[in-house]
């Protein structure tokens, strides 16, 4: 599941799918559809390589507003091998096959895709997808290299097994690669300059060697968080408990268990970060452990554990916290929120508190949704209504810039 990139707010963006002839063609639909679900519009080009796999129906059928199949289509479409660079926002091209590299490197025109990338002077994304060979010769790596020089984005390749049965560099990037690369083409990138630690999930404290005590946070979240600072140009560190999140290549992830191993995590990466913001689910206490092996039963009829406390986290960063820092907690109550949020964004030294009730339907834990109050350091307080977290991550970040 992937809910922690269903962003929505890409409402009037535009890009601009460029597709070429590979078995990996047919995957380009989903990225359509992925896209046109963020509320962005879509175009299309088929090369005539692509056009042997998959057919420009398809993409209309699914929501492309204009697709272009020839260079020379109609009368009335003089300038569709202008039209993508003057209107949409990104161009994506998908999968980017040795050819259309090799064309896009020299300057060539001689078909529609390589003329509407040569009129094409922003942001420009290739997904390349071929045969390792093919990827490993001089002449693509040349092209590779000058088109990179030029500020052209490349989201893989990856190794693996490609459709020929070798083995190798070649395999197309992961769609939600893709998909997320061309979200952050066409995002704000008023985040940039940031480094952003998000602490996300729950804790585990070990009691023996098989049980734990913990508890059922998603992390998503969290998740949806440190997306939103990636796609809006922050450098993401991510602390995330036992859950299993994707996140870009970019985006650093530093696996814990215990709150202590949070606690340590944490301790070494806030003093090169500007912002943080704590989701973690952490574990107040932690059971004293029975001991390394598996308690059994036996005759034991009853069990007792003893608790001892965890480090609190954020109070601690809040404590450390510098001048040119700035913080963000979370507080999940089941009463008084407004007070019990107040509390403590002053006993944690936060700039914003997000509180929300997790004994709401649609809220808190395992929720895709949240309805949040949220407190800032000058005593200006919003209660938003039930919104996709993705949506509550994106105003959070709004909320802080603009404050
Ligand atoms: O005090 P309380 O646990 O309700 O505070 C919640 C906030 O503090 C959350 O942002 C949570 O991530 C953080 N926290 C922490 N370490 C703890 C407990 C909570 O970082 N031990």
């Not at 109550?333 to 006993?347: C, D, P, W, Y």
């Not at 700039?351 to 809220?363: E, H, S, V």
């Not at 005593?379 to 404050?403: C, Q």
């Amino acid at each position: 599941m992937n809910e922690h990139l269903n962003f929505d707010c890409f409402l009037g963006k535009r890009i601009h799918l460029g597709v070429c002839g590979s078995i990996a063609a047919y995957k380009s639909l989903d990225l359509l559809r992925m896209y046109r679900k963020a509320g962005i519009e879509v175009s299309v080009t088929l090369t005539d390589g692509a056009q042997e796999f998959i057919r420009g129906l398809s993409f209309e059928a699914l929501g492309a507003f204009k697709v272009w199949e020839r260079m020379f289509p109609t009368m009335d479409d003089t300038f569709g091998h202008l039209e993508p660079g003057q209107a949409a926002d990104a161009m994506v091209v998908v999968p980017a096959t040795a050819s259309v590299l090799a064309r896009m490197a020299h300057g060539l025109a001689d078909d529609m895709l390589s003329c509407q990338a040569l009129a094409f002077s922003g942001r420009k994304l290739v997904a390349p997808a071929m045969n390792p060979a093919m990827w490993d010769a001089p002449a693509t790596r040349d092209n590779c290299r000058v088109l990179a020089e030029r500020g052209v984005e490349f989201v893989g390749p990856d190794c693996g097994d490609v459709a020929c049965g070798d083995h190798g560099k070649g395999r197309m990037a992961p769609l939600e690669s893709i998909y997320a690369a061309g979200l952050r083409a066409v995002a704000p990138k008023d985040m940039a300059g940031r480094h952003v630690l998000i602490t996300l999930g729950p804790t585990r404290e070990k009691w023996d060697a098989v049980r734990f005590w913990s508890n059922p946070s998603s992390g998503l979240m969290g998740a949806c968080i440190a997306m939103a600072a990636w796609l809006r140009g922050a450098k993401v560190t991510v602390v995330s408990g036992p859950v299993n999140w994707w996140f870009p290549d970019d985006v650093s992830v530093i696996k814990v268990g215990s709150a202590q191993e949070m606690f340590d995590a944490c301790m070494s990466v806030w003093p090169e970060c500007s912002t943080g913001c704590f989701t973690a689910a952490v574990a107040d206490f932690k059971p004293i452990p029975h001991g390394a092996g598996k308690f059994k039963k036996d005759g034991n009829v009853s069990l007792k554990v003893e608790f001892d406390t965890n480090p609190d986290i954020l109070k601690t960063v809040g404590s450390m916290k510098r001048d040119d820092q700035q913080l963000i907690g979370f507080a999940a109550e089941t009463s008084n929120i407004q007070e019990s949020a107040q509390g403590k964004l002053e006993r944690k030294n936060l700039d914003l508190i997000i509180a929300n009730p997790i004994n709401l339907p649609g809220a808190g834990f395992e929720s895709s949704t949240n309805s949040v109050y949220v407190l800032d350091r000058a005593g200006r307080s919003e209660e938003w209504p039930n919104l996709p977290k993705t949506e509550i991550a994106w105003r959070i970040w709004d909320h802080l810039l603009l404050n």
